[in-house]
């Protein structure tokens, strides 16, 4: 008998919860790395007892567990926009505008940078490898792993002391470049998918779908934003007001979703909106405070269950030793070209002089990858070329959020301090 979603949901919480537990009393990791570094030696516990008392059947129990979350349905359609509303909610706007052009170029042009010089050289890698993967799909891949991750990069701002407007970089930087970054991935996988099916593709439509995707996103939120606005600012009751930000996640993201234009963005902007602009204008103390801490909360619940399942999703990767060969060299390809992506932008605006001491170096290193890469890999169809993208995929991401999310805050002592 399978278990119900409900049911599902539940063990995933309570795992969250006791996992959280051990983190906070023994571990002392920050909570999102905790729970994924005991969740990976829980799945290497169960694929370690099912190779010695095979008729346990662990892994088939925790794969059919696993099997009913959609992963990519869970985040990318449900809790990645509420993740970012949190996220964008305590960003300071007036800090983020100043440094509006460093943000942008990194959030735009660095995506298409880092893109590129991964798609390009992984089709060596996997070629040497022994891995089947077009060009086109290794741009894929280049699409979907280039952005940093807004959720795993702002919990580890909570844990670190950083410059203050190094900080807005940072975190300005990582709310936008997901949505860049998706709306990338999504123009390139059609591309990929056009050209198998041989259908054309051309200039006119991609910058057609980029257009609409990115500034029809970023116009949905404002007006979105404002809408909700303004109906906080007629009244002073704070239940409503939490209730009226919920509904105004929802509902931008599902329009979105509708009419073809970037939710994830659209979201980001809202939550910016709201949490400048809304705060100061709309909301009195008591429905600034419930607000805010409402919004804290859905985010650790949240951050909780998406980096329980990160660490839980090994045991439904298959895995061959190129793949793992091609994972191992692609950590240090995405690395640098992470690095070029943020060094590149900044030195052609004349900002290099400008920027925080130590910048680029906690911009590469800290542009953490997480559950969005992981989610927009598995979204792809089922393709030749998509077992081996969702391993390197995986690879990447979990040493990026255990090695680089652990070491972060030493190389900001050092390279800040």
């Known amino acids: 008998m399978e278990p119900s979603l409900f049911n599902v949901a539940a063990i995933v919480l309570a795992l969250a919860a006791v996992f959280g537990y051990i983190n906070h009393r023994w571990m002392k ?40 979350i959609d992963f990519h349905e869970t985040l990318m359609k449900g809790m990645l926009s509420f993740l970012l509303f949190a996220g964008a909610l305590h960003v300071d706007m007036s800090a983020l505008m100043s440094r509006k052009w460093a943000i942008g170029s990194m959030a735009t042009f660095g995506v298409l940078i880092s893109t590129a010089i991964v798609g390009f050289t992984m089709n060596y890698v996997f070629a040497f490898a022994g891995l089947d993967v077009p060009l086109a799909y290794c741009l894929v891949f280049g699409a979907l792993i280039s952005p940093t991750d807004p959720i795993a990069v702002l919990g580890i701002l909570k844990t670190i002391e950083v410059p203050k407007p190094l900080e807005a970089k940072i975190a300005g930087e990582s709310l936008f470049n997901d949505g860049v970054g998706v709306v990338v991935f999504t123009i390139l996988a059609a591309v990929a998918l056009g050209g198998e099916g041989g259908q054309a593709f051309g200039a006119p439509d991609i910058a057609k779908l980029f257009v609409m995707e990115a500034f029809g996103g970023a116009a949905l939120g404002l007006i979105a934003g404002y809408l909700a606005y303004r109906a906080m600012k007629s009244i002073d009751e704070h239940n409503l007001e939490v209730l009226i930000t919920l509904a105004l996640v929802m509902l931008t993201y599902a329009i979105g979703f509708a009419i073809h234009v970037s939710g994830l963005i659209a979201v980001v902007v809202a939550g910016l909106f709201i949490g400048n602009h809304g705060a100061r204008f709309a909301m009195s103390e008591t429905t600034r405070d419930h607000v805010f801490k409402f919004w804290s909360l859905i985010d650790e619940i949240l951050n909780s269950a998406l980096f329980l399942i990160i660490g839980f999703e090994v045991i439904a990767l298959s895995v061959t030793v190129n793949m793992a060969l091609a994972a191992a060299a692609a950590v240090p390809i995405v690395l640098a070209a992470r690095f070029i992506s943020v060094a590149t932008p900044l030195g052609i605006l004349g900002l290099g002089r400008t920027f925080t001491k130590g910048a680029i170096p906690v911009l590469t290193w800290g542009g953490l990858r ?15 070329p998509k077992d081996a993208i969702l391993a390197v995929t995986y690879g990447v991401v979990i040493f990026s959020i255990v090695v680089q999310g652990l070491t972060v805050k030493r190389l900001v002592r050092a390279v800040v301090g």
Request: hydrophobic share 60%.
């Open 370 to 384: 997480g559950g969005i890469s992981v989610a927009l890999a598995l979204s792809l169809p089922d393709i030749p």
């Open 29 to 68: 990791l920050q909570q999102s790395i905790g729970l994924v570094v005991i969740a990976l030696f829980a799945s290497f516990g169960v694929i370690g007892l099912d190779a010695l008392f095979p008729a346990l059947a662990l892994q088939d129990a925790v794969r059919s567990a696993l099997g009913r």
